[in-house]
């Protein structure tokens, strides 16, 4: 970047009008975004979905290959992904960073700018802001607030017998560019001249670096008049997101293998980095791709949405979690998921 | 401590289940709370405020001298303080923590038993959590979710000519506070054996690590039937939130040097640490009182209320905003109040 602005010149509460200026509020239900001790929103009959996410740098994003534009993106989508999984709309959304004075207010720039474009193509508004100083690294807290109709908010816990387990999209992309960027970061980090050389790998970078909420998804299930019985999103690994479904339904399932969704970029970098394709796609994590369960009755239905696989069902509590091969074996599903706390 | 868990015998998931397991929800417009992609909130008729606030080890607490439980007490108590300041009612917090590998299991818990605590007396449910690693120290974010009655959210920006401008409490205690737990905190350093000495100081203490929240001045207000024209909490300190204000407001405004209330002990430890005590009162911030004005006409009814000063009056904008001293003199109010940024 060409220019440097030290935060100092600012201040605090003019760094927050500096990055939060000329907001408009786009929202019926946004009645007072950034600028008193709260926002005040108005919902009215509609039931209020909130949702937090706290991320460090070095644990959850690495500053040397995401730029802050792609992380300001990716921190507010994430969150609107949880809303979605509840099936409801995100509406606003607040944003506080806590900024060491590595951070120049060109680079708060960039991230805002990220930010900002996730609000405007979700159709959210920024209520608001909050700043202050770090002695370590970059720490973005958001919290969503969302919409949902009484009636048709889904949780959980409503996975049934015989239910079909669906899945968006295809699984283990962000993780495999993830794997990626880190193995480019260590060659570069021995090599002065070298120039990483994504192409073809496109697909990979974009899920872990601007992954984008499945609002279609929503919508289409919503057309199809179909409401699931369960969803989350997909954050931590397939497994792990399968295993908090069952376990909060008192169900078990059986997933098939061969209807596992996976792009064919990740297939080659699993074959490339001679990792297992299966475990990558059941345990990655961050694919923001939503798994839910519908009755049995809406199989056809569901079949015709696009972007949507089902892959298998609901079982007895009793009969577990399992993965069938396919060669016809079983493997338990455990929680493998990404677990920043190991 | 005398026994040391480590967190990775729990894991993430096993850690938040740990730390929210027996949370009974109590008000009716929490839906639901841990343990899904987001809490479902029912607000109805009344409008949705929301405040959030991320905390920093070694920006915003000293845990040298913080214990964990006051921190946990104080962290809830600070956001529930913005949503009174809008005349609202705390109704929901989430709570998302980033823990380096120096903390134990029984530290979380203690930070928890704070958190609880703090909801406990306020009526407040915990609806949300999240944790996960930290590379250096603690890092703690709150979101408060409350209620307002449309029509009676009172904001920052509708001070008018003429208005008194009153404030809660007293002023300055939490800052001679943090500035005692500062010096013992150096004296301790160069001496072994040294115990500090916080007797007749209690006060200070209390208001620097376990502050309350104005719950009671709200209830009164509207006992004695006072709307207030405008209000924020003070946390950076009077002379900003005057500021604040009045610029929202396009006025200006006169206060009292004789009118600002002052605890005596807050008094007797300026007069140690050879500080002004004016400036400490008007720029040392973490009060958490509440600012407001009043109409004029409301003079009688607001100086009845326990606990409530008036310190002086709105006037138009081009007068300015001045502290007019016991001699008479004018002095221009400016923020130099904490200010983590600087």
Redesign the interface.
Known sequence: MSTRTE??TL???G?IRHLTQNIALKNASS??GV???????????K????????L?????FDLTYVPLKHLGYKSAVVNFS??Y??N?QPK?I?V????SKRFSIEDLEELYEGIRLACEVYGVDL??G????????L?I?V????E?E?GR?V??NGAKETDLVCVSGDLGAAYMGLQLLEREKQVFNGEKDFVPDFSGKEYLLERQLKPEARKDIIQMLRDADILPTSM??VSDGLSSELLHITQ?SHAGCRIYEERIPIDYQTAVMAEQFNMNLVTAALNGGEDYELLFTVPLTDHEKVEQIKGVKVIGHITKPELGCYLVGRDGGEVELK?QGW????
């Open positions: 935060i100092a201040g605090e509460f760094l009645v007072k600028g008193d001790d709260a926002a005040v929103l108005d919902y009215k009959d039931q209020v979905l909130v949702t937090t996410d706290l460090l740098e070095g644990v959850h949880d809303i999984a509840m409801g606003q607040t506080s960073l806590g900024i209520v608001g909050d700043t202050s100083a770090s002695l370590t690294g720490s807290s919290t969503c607030i969302g949902g009484k908010i949780y959980r989350m999103d909060q929680a677990n920043s706390l190991r």
